[in-house]
């Protein structure tokens, strides 16, 4: 079974609409740690957050916004007012305690378009 | 702060050639890393990793082969390209443990033809 799913596999939005990116991930560990990373065309993966498993408060930052819910077992992702700098495939990451090794989801593709 | 470098940016190679590929990082010490290889328009798959000097772990048997000769320097080989090795490498960093933050270089995009 996959330890992290991204169920939505591309978006398409104008610029300036919300969008909401889903992560469920999967595990037995009580310690553990979410990600997300940008990918945007030139390649490079960009660290956008990382959080614990006894945070679930939500955070945001500027536009980015993240939604902790560890009764569903989900770690979602908002945009507000999306911008076309914006496009880019956007992963999800679990890592567990004792585990070297994140294990990824296969990634939204967000396009926003002008 | 932190950086790293990969090179060489894109390469071409024909099947059966060899493959180097170099990652270094500057700006910390004894940092684990790792390499990751992403097939076109897929997920990242985990190929390597390393906590030190000469201590390297594979997550995928395959054509590959890892070294870490220097702290700070992480190098992905191959003997025999396959065209399945074709794909966008990515190298990643992380200081402490094992769930911290990894920071990923530039990429190196492999086509073999």
């Known amino acids: 079974a996959q330890k992290v799913t991204q169920a939505q596999t591309e978006i398409s939005v104008v610029e300036k609409e919300d969008v909401t990116l889903d992560c469920v991930y999967e595990?037995?560990?009580?310690?553990?740690?979410l990600f997300w990373y940008k990918q945007p065309p030139s390649g490079e993966l960009v660290f956008l957050i990382r959080?614990?498993?006894?945070?679930?408060q939500n955070e945001i930052s500027g536009r980015y916004s993240w939604n902790f819910q560890k009764s569903t077992s989900s770690f979602n992702f908002t945009i507000t007012a999306s911008q076309v700098v914006d496009s880019a495939v956007y992963f999800c990451?679990?890592?567990?305690?004792?585990?070297?090794?994140?294990?990824f989801g296969s990634g939204t593709k967000l396009n926003v378009k002008p | 702060s932190q950086t790293i470098h990969q090179w060489p940016a894109t390469l071409v190679q024909p099947v059966g050639s060899p493959l180097s590929l170099e990652c270094t990082v500057e700006?910390?010490?004894?940092?684990?890393l790792y390499w990751y290889r992403q097939a076109a328009g897929r997920g990242l798959q985990l190929l390597f990793y390393s906590v030190g000097i000469g201590q390297i772990s594979s997550e995928v048997p395959q054509n590959l082969s890892a070294s870490r000769p220097q702290d700070r320097q992480f190098i992905l080989s191959s003997k025999k390209l396959l065209l399945s090795d074709s794909g966008f490498y990515l190298c990643?960093?992380?200081?402490?443990?094992?769930?911290?933050?990894?920071?990923f270089g530039p990429g190196t995009r492999l086509t073999v033809l």
């Open positions: 990643a960093w992380s200081v402490g443990t094992n769930t911290d933050t990894q920071y």
């Open positions: 700006g910390t010490s004894n940092p684990n």
């Open positions: 990451a679990l890592s567990e305690a004792g585990v070297n090794k994140f294990y």
């Open positions: 595990t037995r560990d009580t310690t553990y740690y």
């Open positions: 959080r614990n498993s006894f945070d679930e």
